[in-house]
């Protein structure tokens, strides 16, 4: 496919090409058949809003061990099969709309879930005898109009759903003598203001999250009036995709950790930003050169992007193969991309994918409710710690997933080559804490109490990114300036440092360390490793001593913002000298939910 920016739709002519490697039980590795353009690009008609608001609630029930949709019958194994290809068969359709596969989901009588605007492969039907609507579209984009005089273009090198790239090569100026790549979008294609509007908005991006190694270089954007024209540094080594097939299917974990790390730094990067990819795959990963030690480059903004701080998307965007659950579900964040680097991992470690079906709603439908296969071959011979890492990116709860920041700091990964970048959750995290009443910030303290040097190491190297002043204390101040130093044109364009404002009781106060570990420390993370209980328990004993003091039931609906509704739950949480329990302090860290709240009542 070479370099590709475009996204990919199957043709008669790629139908049997390689896309995958696939180990079977004896451990033979073998190049099967299935689609070349392996990860079928969907896009569902964009929508946005917060998750508060959504006029479009998700059609399915989410939580905690509860990922299956309505009307899906209970699947007999909740491992992915290993699929053993016996002869080629073409991909689900990249081009086909994810509607129909949400409605098969929904079967039984649901009713499919509710579209926000006109869906694009409807936009272009009109009355007969009246103008094409997209006739009457505005498609000039204020670009400059002088790209023949300024670029000329070489052979194709890649061919997308939306337009192809070729290689170019300036005609004069500072750009003469550097190879670029031209991403070429026909305007014929706009057919929806909403086309239109991701044209645009690519570009805003690319433009906008300028200087990291690991991100493709944008130099400028024209147009004519049949297409626009994206320049950008040329690629030559190849995708990601390729050197997985070129190895057989399967990196070494050695090998692995340097594709991921560079994978974690520019997706953090684009994080903190507030930029959501929203598409990360290996084919959307290229090579500069050749050379094995080759850095890679994030490429291919088509689908991503801004998300403010509190912001939930629910537009169904993305590649099959790599979509999160709660994308499926219309509710999500930037930990739909860690999901989908889980699912790039695990195919980087055992060459085959962890959710796998051979249509769009088989996809889905794996995703929702089947769990990865950690038990053939090769997984028995990788390493606890790859393991775990991959495990606590593919957790279909998003609240207990690792950031890309955070999973730098993981023991598969921990090493002294690669810098920690900032996380944005630290900005929410003490957010939180700052709003939050003395009583449950003593249970976060006593927490923090708990946790083993392996949890602290990311919080020590978070806490010290904040450059704390000489009596090791850090303020507002300290959290402005370190945005300020981090930040692009993207940060302000999805209002990060909206968030300050929010964190303005910080400016009456400074936090030492130990305060800004029970500030930054997310519960739902700490339930997702192995010695979570043991953790809770010690953390129960430092409540005990320090902070569970006799508070009332009111109090404590008052303290988790309830009503009266909820005061039968929460007496459960309750000992008898009228203190919270073991139980009642794991929830209470929580927070009740309106869901938790049903299901009870049922």
Known sequence: MGQCYGKTIPTSENHGCTTTITVTDGGDRHSQTPPRNGTPSVKNT??????????????????????????????????????????????????????????????????????????????????????????????????????????????????????????????????????????????????????????????????????????VRYYDACEDANNVYIIMELCEGGELLDRILSKG?????????????????????????????RDLKPENFLFTSRNEDADMKLIDFGLSDFIKPDERLNDIVGSAYYVAPEVLHRSYSVEADIWSIGVIT????????????????????????ADPNFEDMP????????????????????RKRMTAAQALTHPWLRSESHPIPFDILIYKLVNSYVHATPFKRAALKALSKALTEDELLYLRAQFMLLEPGDDGRVSLDNFRKALAYNATDAMQVSRVPDILHM??????????????????????????????????????????????????VEELARELNVGQTAHYMLRDWMKSDGKLSLLGYTKFLHGLTLRSSNTRQR
Request: charged share 25%.
């Open 46 to 215: 964009p929508s946005r809003s917060s998750a508060a608001s959504s006029p479009w609630p998700s059609p399915y029930p989410f939580g905690v061990g509860d990922a299956t949709p309505a009307g899906v019958s209970p699947s007999p194994s909740r491992s992915t099969p290993r699929r053993f290809f016996k002869r080629p068969f073409p991909p689900p359709s990249p081009a086909k709309h994810i509607r129909s596969s949400l409605r098969k989901l929904g079967a039984h009588g649901k009713k499919p879930p509710r579209e926000g605007t006109i869906p694009e492969e409807a936009a272009t039907t009109v009355a007969e005898g009246a103008e094409p609507i997209h006739n009457a579209l505005d498609k000039n984009f204020g670009y400059n109009k002088n790209f023949g005089a300024k670029f000329e273009l070489g052979k194709e090198v890649g061919r997308g759903h939306f337009g192809h790239t070729c290689y170019a090569k300036a005609r004069r100026g500072e750009l003469k003598d550097i190879p670029l790549a031209v991403k070429i979008i026909s305007k014929a294609k706009m057919t929806t203001a909403i086309s239109i509007e991701d044209v645009r908005r690519e570009v805003k991006i690319l433009k906008a999250l300028s200087g990291h190694k690991h991100l």
């Open 249 to 277: 299917g399967r990196y070494t974990e050695e090998e692995a950790k340097l594709i991921v790390v560079q994978i974690l730094s520019v997706v953090s990067f684009c994080h903190l930003q507030g930029v959501v990819h």
């Open 346 to 369: 695990y195919i980087l470690l055992c060459g085959s994918r962890p959710f796998w079906a051979r249509t769009e709603s088989g996809i889905f439908r794996s995703v929702l409710r």
């Open 379 to 398: 997984w028995p011979s990788i390493s606890p710690h790859a393991k775990d890492f991959v495990k606590r990116l593919l957790n279909k709860d998003y």
């Open 503 to 552: 964190m303005s009781p910080l400016a009456y106060r400074k936090l030492d360390f130990d305060e800004f570990c029970a500030a930054a420390i997310s519960t739902y993370q700490l339930e997702a490793l192995e010695n979570w209980e043991q953790i809770a328990f010690t953390a129960f004993e430092h409540f005990e001593q320090e902070g569970n003091r006799v508070i009332s």
